[in-house]
T-cell receptor
């Protein structure tokens, strides 16, 4: 079974430029998460989707961050414009519906903003 | 405020010995606890979990213990192997239907051959 797929794996941009990350969850997983992981910290939730609906986006900085999951499968996270402090690893995870707490993570995208 | 704390940034053990990783939490509403392992340049990989209604869960070399009164859980790895060297994250679910996980800051385990 294929795991969570993310691309690109690495991205280097200059500040004020836009950037987008893509995620394809495990087949059949209705719930999709985007996390931010800063160096030396654990992952922090940015947004959670149940199918196409964003059910928890309270931690997403909406002035510059946006996300979409149009067909309830893959998802895109965008930053526009990027700031130096956005340098981090962006992780995507998915889980099956119901009471399962186990989330399966992709390899992440390491973003460097210069 | 840090709801899930891993106070040891790193731990070094000899191959074949026991590794004990600790985690403390503050929110008594957490209903599920998980341990993830992370290698460099990879995403976290699920290792083992425990429901708040249990005090122990075992899977091969890995055992998780939960002490609800102390709001403390620990992961035991016996025997430790060099391939276990990684960062271990403790995570707690906030209960109910949100399935939101709160992660600790991680402990870097080094297993010396």
């Amino acid at each position: 079974e294929a795991g969570v797929v993310q691309s690109p794996r690495y991205k280097i941009i200059e500040k004020k430029q836009p950037v987008a990350f893509w995620c394809n969850p495990i087949s059949g997983h209705n719930t999709l998460y985007w996390y931010l992981q800063n160096l030396g910290q654990g992952p922090e939730l940015l947004i959670r989707y149940e199918n196409e609906e964003a059910v928890d986006d309270s931690q997403l900085p909406k002035d510059r961050f946006s996300a979409e999951r149009l067909k309830g499968v893959d998802s895109t996270l965008k930053i526009q414009p990027a700031e130096l402090g956005d340098s981090a690893v962006y992780l995507c995870a998915s889980s099956s519906q119901g009471t399962s707490a186990v989330q399966f993570f992709g390899p992440g995208t390491r973003l460097t903003v210069l | 405020d840090q709801q899930v704390k891993q106070n040891s940034p790193s731990l070094s053990v000899q191959e074949g010995r026991i590794s004990i990783l600790n985690c403390d939490y503050t929110n008594s509403m957490f209903d599920y606890f998980l341990w993830y392992k992370k290698y460099p340049a990879e995403g976290p990989t699920f290792l083992i979990s425990i429901s708040s209604i249990k005090d122990k869960n075992e899977d091969g070399r890995f055992t998780v213990f939960l002490n609800k009164s102390a709001k403390h859980l620990s992961l035991h790895i016996v025997p430790s192997q060099p391939g276990d060297s990684a960062v271990y994250f403790c995570a707690a679910r906030d209960g109910g239907a949100t399935n939101k996980l709160i992660f600790g800051t991680g402990t870097l385990l080094a297993v010396q051959p």
